[in-house]
């Protein structure tokens, strides 16, 4: 069974920085494409930054510069990293892992809360 934890999130002033950490059990993170959407409220979730098997990062454009993905497949685990945070930051972050058969399959976790205030 898969799961995916993810830890991390918490309040922090604009500016500032947090690093949002999904612990994989069930599945290797080296084995799909791991990724960070996050949803803020009345809003559709949205894909932040992904990580493929071949370790190619992509982000969403309102976080280029700022967000850095990474994996650690020893620890089996990926990160985001989120410097100068700003308000419309605000969001639950939740980790993703695609995999790709014959048919799609998303694992998702609990998600983490991120609050930025001004």
């Known amino acids: 069974q898969v799961h995916l934890v993810e830890s991390g999130g918490g309040l922090v002033q604009a500016g500032g920085s947090l690093r949002l950490s999904c612990a994989a059990s069930?599945?290797?993170?080296?084995?799909?494409?791991m990724g960070w959407y996050r949803q803020a409220p009345g809003k559709q979730r949205e894909l932040v930054a992904s990580i493929t098997l071949g370790g190619s990062t992509n982000y969403a454009d309102a976080v280029k510069g700022r967000f850095t993905i990474s994996r650690d497949n020893a620890k089996n685990t990926v990160s985001l990293q989120m410097n100068s945070l700003n308000p419309e930051d605000t969001a639950v972050y939740y980790c993703?892992?695609?995999?790709?058969?014959?048919?799609?399959?998303?694992?998702w976790g609990q998600g983490a809360q991120v609050t930025v205030s001004s």
């Open positions: 069930g599945i290797a993170v080296s084995s799909a494409r």
């Open positions: 993703n892992a695609l995999l790709f058969g014959l048919v799609r399959v998303d694992y």
